[in-house]
């Protein structure tokens, strides 16, 4: 009789650590975090297994898992492989063991990392196969083992650490790598009568949640916020709390943490606010032995503390009289963060009143939309309600490198099922002057149907969002610093022909129409915007040196106001300082 391994390859699960519950072939999903939402196709013998995400994912850097189940089976010859390969309909998790929703504690084998044999005889020769394939890794230095687990009934969990990565996770590409060849070693040592033959093989990335040692993993992760469990002395209660470390301590072998400004340690009272002086000064001063494992108040670990990763997305911008503050660390979150704000506004509106009016600007903001002409937005975008207008356009032909129509036709809406008649671009033919009057009388038509809503406290047109980049200079759509521009009252859309930045003649949305809109997004990137950033959003005091800075009169009268910028840009922010950076 001919042994035939069957090996499916599967999985591809979006997942929090320690949430075990939806563990397997429940969601078709591949994900290489950070880039969420995108297809991935692997090869599978002769198979191509598409398949992208439609679902949201709940946290940015979710565990990735890659797995082989391998069984015996007596019947079949090897001709028959690729016909029993699984399908995704068909497989069931009773191809896999389920484990105990347990909540993860240190040296677990699991999200607690360490390792856990379970009496598996052949446990200790598994292990020193992965390590031996670890360590033939050109990146040995970066992928080590985090967890490693064996089950007596045949089940090998491995968890991958990435030293390099901010949250430790590897990539798909990464875990399926060592994975297959893990897989061949195992099956080659199998065949030799040394481990079994017919094991089955998780690799996966730990989690955001993972549990961190103390103080060895702190300052890996010293930037990061951490849930911390501790005994409160002064009650002897278990406490856990999001906070930022401060110092370790290791003469007196203790923490000093500072808390979060996160949603949870915000007073309810303060609807959103910033944390109050006092919060921002509190400090809990925490010997290692204080702390206790979360979940587990009778498990007391005397040289563990608990911590867990908190997800820097899962923070809330912070709130300043300025608006909202979303400061990202790379381009790439921004650009994630941003879509989804325009995707989650795009749905409202259309949920409330049937349509998304939204306003464009030039400039680096187009190419950080560009995702929403991928997956899942560019299905689930109700892109037929969408009405495109320009808060500031060059009064150049539409087919001009200066056009910011011709920009944004070009980086997004020639991509996705936009109605032409729903673009509402200037027309190129006029004169300046005439091209924002035509513009104004469009946009009046449009409040007339209410395509475009109306505000209720002035007669301007309320959109429902406008975006805005922001120059180093200060300048938002085309209002530039100390122009007369900025004085415009009474116009929606005004003109100039004598811009400092080229081209000279150019239409843009006034002050009054800005401010009207029920949501505003001012999106700026880049270490040379850290001044002007700065000056638009902190407090000046009774000195407010640029009380007539552009992107400083931005000023919603009751839409929302929220900054999008990198670290660079934020990096000379004061509002940030008691945040949670
Ligand atoms: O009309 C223009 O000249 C540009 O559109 C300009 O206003 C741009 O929006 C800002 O300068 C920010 O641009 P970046 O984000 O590319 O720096």
Redesign the pocket.
């Known amino acids: 009789m001919m042994k035939k391994r069957m090996i499916v390859e599967k999985l591809l699960r979006l997942r929090r650590a320690g949430d075990r519950s939806s563990l397997i072939f429940n969601l078709p999903i591949i994900v290489d975090p950070p880039i969420q939402y995108s297809s991935l196709t692997i090869q599978n013998q002769n198979q191509n297994l598409s398949c992208s995400s439609s679902l949201k994912p709940t946290c940015l850097f979710a565990s990735l898992t890659h797995r082989f189940l391998s069984s015996s089976t007596s019947t079949q010859n090897e001709d028959d492989h690729q016909d029993s390969l699984q399908s995704d309909d068909e497989e069931t998790t009773d191809g896999w063991e389920e484990e105990d929703e347990v909540d993860p504690e240190v040296g677990d084998g699991g999200d607690g990392g360490g390792v856990v044999l379970q009496c598996c005889s052949w446990g200790e020769r598994a292990l020193s196969i992965a390590h031996q394939v670890l360590l033939l890794r050109a990146d040995s230095d970066d992928i080590k083992l985090f967890a490693f687990k064996t089950t007596p009934r045949g089940y090998v969990y491995v968890r991958l650490d990435k030293l390099s990565h901010k949250y430790g996770c590897p990539g798909m590409k990464e875990l399926e790598s060592f994975s297959q060849e893990y897989k061949k070693r195992l099956d080659e040592v199998g065949a030799l009568g040394e481990i079994p033959d017919d094991l089955a093989l998780e690799v996966s990335s730990p989690g955001a949640e993972r549990i961190l040692k103390v103080p060895d993993d702190l300052s890996r992760f010293k930037d990061m916020p951490m849930r911390v469990c501790y005994v409160d002395e002064e009650s002897d209660c278990i406490n856990n709390g999001v906070f930022l470390l401060e110092s370790v301590e290791m003469d007196s072998d203790k923490c000093v943490w500072k808390l979060a400004d996160v949603k949870e340690n915000r007073d309810v009272q303060s609807k959103g606010r910033p944390m109050n002086r006092k919060q921002k000064d509190w400090r809990l001063n925490l010997p290692f032995e204080m702390h206790r494992m979360f979940c587990h108040p009778s498990f007391f670990l005397s040289s563990s503390l608990v911590i867990k990763l908190v997800s820097s997305m899962a923070l809330p911008g912070v709130h300043t009289d300025r608006g909202e503050l979303r400061v990202h660390e790379s381009l790439e979150e921004l650009s994630t963060d941003l879509v989804d704000y325009i995707a989650e506004l795009s749905e409202a509106s259309v949920k409330e009143r049937g349509v998304f009016a939204i306003a464009l600007?030039?400039?680096?903001?187009i190419g950080l939309m560009g995702k929403l002409c991928e997956a899942p937005y560019s299905k689930t975008v109700d892109w037929a309600k969408w009405y495109i207008f320009w808060a500031?356009e060059?009064v150049v032909a539409k087919n001009h490198a200066?056009s910011?129509y011709k920009l944004a036709k070009d980086g997004l809406l020639s991509k996705v099922p936009i109605v032409p008649s729903h673009v509402h671009s200037i027309n190129d033919s006029l004169s300046a002057e005439e091209a924002a009057d035509e513009y104004g009388f469009v946009i009046r038509q449009l409040v007339k149907t209410r395509m475009v809503s109306v505000s209720d406290i002035s007669d301007c047109p309320k959109f429902d969002l406008i975006l805005l980049?922001?120059?180093t200079d200060g300048?938002v759509?085309?209002l530039f610093p100390d122009h007369s521009v900025l004085e415009e009252k009474e116009e929606w859309v005004t003109f100039i022909t004598d811009s400092p930045?080229p081209p000279p003649e150019?239409i843009t949305f006034t002050l009054p129409v800005i401010n009207s809109a029920s949501n505003v997004a001012v999106?700026?990137?880049?270490e040379n915007?850290a001044e002007a950033v700065h000056l638009a959003i902190d407090d000046m005091g009774a000195d407010d040196c640029c009380p007539s800075l552009p992107s400083r009169l931005v000023q919603p009268t009751k839409g929302k106001l929220v900054w999008f910028l990198d670290k660079p840009a934020a990096s000379k922010l004061k509002s940030l300082e008691f945040s949670s950076e």
């Open positions: 600007s030039g400039g680096s903001l500031d060059c200066d910011n980049g922001m120059g300048h759509a085309s930045k150019r999106v700026v990137t880049g915007k």
